[in-house]
């Protein structure tokens, strides 16, 4: 499931798109999942990360659901 953000303003034709994906239980240690997201401008990457998420997910729904979240609260932080 892959999940994305679009911003279009329509004075300038500027375009941002945000991508965000996250895999279930990827370290077989923890049990963690891993998040990452990428904002890309005009089809450039301009802001990128991947990281464990901090709480063990007990569902594919509700990691990608955090890994949503995350990166929603991310493009509104850099909106402002």
């Known amino acids: 499931m892959k999940a ?6 329509t004075t300038h034709e500027v375009a941002i798109t945000g991508y965000v994906d996250a895999d279930f239980a990827g ?3 923890t049990r963690k999942s891993l998040t990452g997201y990428v904002f890309t401008f005009f089809g450039i990457a301009i ?7 901090s709480v063990v997910a007990l569902s594919t729904t509700e990691v990608e659901y955090m890994a949503l979240a995350e990166g929603s609260n991310l493009a509104k932080k850099n909106g402002k």
């Open 27 to 29: 370290n077989v240690d």
């Open 47 to 53: 802001s990128w990360k991947a990281n464990q998420q």
């Open 4 to 9: 994305g953000l679009r911003y279009k303003r």
